[in-house]
């Protein structure tokens, strides 16, 4: 099966969070899974980091930290995703050495090539539609997408409220990875493994 999701953790995670991951991851269609927790301690983030390392290399799963470019150069995680505020792309770059530097572009070209320029290995464009996750996010547009596809060598990830229904006109418009959080982990009706199925 053809890995096109870019899975986001939800905002908080309990006990139950690792189970439910290693179902979920099981079917086979996640490329990578990004860890995205705010104001945690650095220490709480390291031993769910640990964790769940277990889970996505069981699943050959690539594992992202967000934002923490320190934390990701320290541990065996395979890379890094930031946004235009999280510090410097250059600083990042170096740190991360041989591991994943994912960037935040919005709808924005400028921001995209500049991207290219700190040698991000991917451009995630957002949002596309509301989200739950980031309800004040910027709008994106499809057009964004099409110039991506002919200008940009590098993988594009499309983020912002994605469900079963809206991803298709996005991966034929340019998008790789479709980045999912919600439909998945706050989805009033299908439970998280039954949810990820809905993506092939």
Known sequence: MKKLVYLISPNKIDHNFFASLDKVLS???VKFFQLRLKNLSQKKLLN???????????????FIINDNFILASKIKVDGCHMGQLDGSFKIARKK???????ITCHNSKILANNAIKNKADYIAF?????????PNAKKANIEVLKWAKKKIKKPIVVIGGI???????LIKAGAKYIAISSFIWDNPKLKPETAIRKFK
């Not at 640990?50 to 690539?62: E, G, M």
């Not at 991360?96 to 994912?102: A, C, F, Q, R, V």
């Not at 957002?126 to 980031?134: A, I, M, T, V, Y």
């Open 27 to 29: 079917f086979k269609n």
């Open 48 to 62: 769910f980091s640990k964790r769940i390392i277990k889970i996505t290399t069981k699943h050959k799963v690539k």
């Open 163 to 169: 469900n079963n229904i809206n991803y298709k006109r």
């Open 96 to 102: 991360l050495k041989g591991k994943i530097l994912g």
């Open 126 to 134: 957002g949002s596309f539609s509301k989200s739950k996750l980031k």
